[in-house]
């Protein structure tokens, strides 16, 4: 079973996928993590540091490309592996930044997302900007404003392949998105399967 996992920073979804394949592995199941990272939280810290101005579109290519490469690799794992496989993010992601940013979808990501094996599972953690600037503030590790996260935030919910997601409110505790991210999988592997027509 492959899940993805989408939101904006601080929106808990790391912490939820962690804590999904341990809960998976503590019982006795093969669970895999696999992160699709673009490299934007280092790119960030390092244009902080060094006092960069790095320009949207140029930041996007670098992006991306880290996206990419992490998002093929990945698949490739996942397509290896016996059990549940858990995905931190994906092409989706750099989709929604490219809107948040001004900038268009392109033909690319789009295509890929076509081709690649669609998850049995989008769950989308949404969580109030607020919300998730206090978790990124919190811990310390990179910077944000309330702003762009909203802005990540539209973006995502302007995407077209939003409408499938199923979405987790991730504004409580992260035990609460846990659970309901636990029952939204018990109710996905009870369903029976789509009826073919002959």
């Given at each position: 079973?492959?899940?993805v996992?989408?939101?904006?920073d601080?929106?808990?979804k790391?912490?939820?996928?962690?804590?999904?394949?341990?809960?998976?592995?503590a019982?006795?199941?093969?669970?895999?993590?696999?992160?699709?990272?673009?490299?934007?939280?280092?790119?960030s810290?390092?244009?902080?540091?060094?006092?960069?101005?790095?320009?949207?579109?140029?930041?996007?290519f670098?992006e991306?490309?880290?996206?990419?490469?992490?998002?093929?690799?990945n698949?490739?794992?996942?397509r290896?592996?016996?059990?549940?496989?858990?995905?931190?993010?994906?092409?989706?992601?750099?989709?929604?930044?490219?809107?948040?940013?001004?900038?268009?979808?392109?033909?690319?990501l789009p295509w890929?997302?076509?081709k690649?094996?669609?998850?049995?599972l989008?769950?989308?953690?949404?969580?109030?900007?607020?919300?998730?600037?206090?978790?990124?503030?919190a811990?310390?590790?990179?910077?944000?404003?309330?702003a762009?996260?909203?802005?990540f935030r539209?973006?995502?919910r302007?995407?077209?392949?939003?409408e499938?997601?199923?979405?987790?409110?991730?504004?409580?505790?992260?035990?609460?998105?846990?659970?309901?991210?636990?029952r939204?999988?018990?109710?996905?592997?009870?369903?029976p399967?789509?009826?073919?027509?002959?």
């Open positions: 079973m492959l899940i996992l989408t939101g904006i601080g929106s808990g790391t912490t939820a996928a962690r804590a999904l394949v341990d809960s998976a592995r019982e006795g199941r093969s669970a895999l993590l696999l992160c699709n990272h673009a490299a934007r939280r280092r790119m810290l390092l244009s902080e540091r060094f006092g960069w101005t790095v320009a949207p579109r140029v930041l996007d670098i991306t490309g880290v996206r990419l490469f992490n998002v093929l690799v698949h490739a794992l996942a290896q592996f016996d059990g549940l496989v858990v995905m931190d993010r994906h092409l989706h992601c750099q989709l929604a930044l490219r809107q948040a940013n001004g900038l268009g979808r392109g033909k690319l890929l997302l076509e690649l094996p669609a998850a049995d989008h769950v989308h953690f949404d969580a109030d900007p607020t919300v998730a600037h206090a978790r990124v503030m811990r310390g590790t990179d910077q944000e404003t309330v762009d996260l909203r802005a539209d973006a995502y302007s995407l077209p392949e939003y499938d997601f199923v979405v987790v409110d991730a504004n409580g505790e992260p035990g609460d998105a846990l659970a309901q991210l636990n939204i999988i018990t109710s996905s592997a009870s369903k399967p789509a009826h073919l027509p002959n």
